[in-house]
């Protein structure tokens, strides 16, 4: 009985966090196409495919075998990604019932997670197979794309991922405070101190 009331306060917070990420997730990238597939790791996350042909040069004989790989895993991951949704919505009716069962929280918790890592399994799966068609020449290209979409994402979200704990560099472009204005704000903000 103690286990369970000591495991229940981490399980809700568990439930939350998740549910945070996830619907942050959807507001961050709404503009994505009806192949909608979930947040993965920022370094296993696939650029966009709109232009991979292009920008690596894929022979013609490549492009056929990416497209047959496309074509074979789209259905996969459409019904595993619905599947996905749907484990989501049953979770969160789950937590928002007038009485909310832990028990079947945890199911509904668990068959999510399930559900994710199966979405997760189908893109890991569909990525090997598109890099054993890759050159050596073109998987350095890919690397550098994705580092580029990377950086691209810590621009759009702003401050340093790499070094949060670090403060980021002042735009030397910026300009500077006088003498003036810098005892002018110190003065400001000892007045706003109590």
């Known amino acids: 009985m103690r286990y369970e009331k000591i495991n229940a306060p981490f399980i809700w917070l568990a439930a939350i966090l ?37 920008e690596l040069g894929f022979t013609p004989q490549q492009e056929q075998q990416w497209r047959e790989i496309a074509r074979e895993f789209r259905t996969q991951e459409m019904a595993a990604t619905l599947k996905q949704r749907q ?10 019932s007038a009485n909310p069962n832990e028990d079947v929280i945890k199911q509904r ?39 580029r979409a990377q950086g691209l994402r810590r621009e759009q979200r702003g401050g340093n991922a790499l070094a949060p704990n670090q403060q980021l560099r002042r735009n030397n472009n910026a300009p500077l405070l006088t003498p003036a204005q810098r005892k002018a704000l110190r003065q400001q903000q000892k007045k706003q101190k109590p």
Do not use: C, G, Y
């Open 18 to 54: 998740l549910l945070a990420s996830v619907s942050t997730a959807q507001t961050v990238a709404p503009n994505q196409s009806t192949q909608q597939t979930p947040p993965t790791n920022v370094a296993t996350q696939p650029p966009p495919a709109q232009n991979l042909p292009a």
């Open 87 to 96: 484990a989501r919505q049953a979770l969160n009716e789950a937590m928002e």
């Open 109 to 147: 918790a668990k068959e999510l997670a399930d559900a994710q890592s199966a979405v997760t399994q189908l893109q890991a799966l569909r990525q090997a197979r598109v890099l054993q068609i890759l050159t050596p020449e073109q998987r350095v290209k890919l690397k550098e794309i994705r580092a």
